[in-house]
């Protein structure tokens, strides 16, 4: 599983690699990018979530995957498959630089990763959690296909966060692709 790689017309995703930590930090740094995400982490609390990541690749056989732009070899952010103990369901998400916003990058790459995850990993349904004030991650998912399942529960620590439940099962997104 460890040398998945999955090539899009602008993206290249693979699992996370040692050298992607700097610009992971970065990111998980903005605060505008982490505005729905649990907020900024400090680069000590960064290495640990991505080790997180790293770590579900080895344990679990798939994780988010790292994201770069193919146009310039550079790392711009996570998204794909995740489903961390309590999770509601089987998740795609995202999260990217913010300087790629409006690119289109995280229904490219999401959409590359349902896919994936529904094909591979066998997956019947996914799930995206957002902040129903998140509208341009509302906007991803709508893009995606999914529609609102209603409001849903994170696990410990995230029992307070206020998340919406979008989402599709294997057959409506196959069936929306054949279209």
Same mark, same amino acid.
């Given at each position: 599983? $460890? =040398?998945? +790689?999955?090539? @899009?017309? +602008?993206?290249?995703?693979?699992?996370?690699?040692?050298?992607?930590?700097?610009?992971?930090?970065?990111?998980? !740094?903005?605060?505008?990018?982490?505005?729905?995400?649990?907020?900024?982490?400090?680069? !000590?609390?960064?290495?640990?979530?991505?080790m997180?990541?790293?770590?579900?690749?080895?344990?679990?056989?798939? #994780?988010?995957?790292?994201?770069?732009?193919?146009? @310039?070899?550079?790392?711009? =952010?996570?998204?794909?498959?995740? $489903?961390?103990?309590?999770?509601? =369901? &089987?998740?795609?998400?995202?999260?990217?630089?913010?300087?790629?916003? #409006?690119? #289109?990058?995280?229904?490219?790459?999401?959409?590359? @990763?349902?896919?994936? !995850?529904?094909?591979?990993?066998?997956?019947?349904?996914?799930? $995206?959690?957002?902040n129903?004030?998140? $509208?341009?991650?509302?906007?991803?998912? +709508?893009?995606?296909?999914?529609?609102?399942?209603?409001? #849903?529960k994170?696990?410990?620590?995230?029992?307070?966060?206020?998340? &919406?439940?979008? =989402?599709? @099962? +294997?057959?409506?997104?196959?069936?929306?692709?054949?279209?």
């Amino acid at each position: 599983m $460890h =040398g998945v +790689r999955i090539e @899009t017309d +602008r993206l290249i995703l693979r699992p996370t690699a040692a050298d992607d930590f700097d610009a992971w930090a970065e990111c998980m !740094a903005d605060p505008e990018v982490n505005r729905f995400l649990g907020g900024p982490q400090p680069r !000590a609390v960064a290495w640990r979530n991505f080790m997180t990541m790293a770590g579900c690749w080895s344990l679990q056989g798939f #994780g988010m995957f790292s994201v770069i732009e193919r146009s @310039t070899g550079r790392w711009v =952010g996570r998204l794909g498959p995740w $489903h961390p103990e309590g999770w509601p =369901g &089987d998740e795609i998400g995202w999260g990217l630089m913010r300087d790629t916003w #409006g690119k #289109g990058y995280a229904s490219e790459g999401a959409a590359a @990763t349902m896919d994936w !995850a529904f094909d591979t990993l066998g997956w019947t349904q996914v799930i $995206h959690s957002i902040n129903p004030e998140n $509208h341009a991650s509302i906007g991803v998912a +709508r893009k995606l296909g999914s529609t609102l399942l209603g409001p #849903g529960k994170l696990p410990a620590p995230f029992e307070d966060d206020v998340v &919406d439940l979008w =989402g599709q @099962t +294997r057959e409506q997104w196959f069936a929306r692709r054949r279209r």
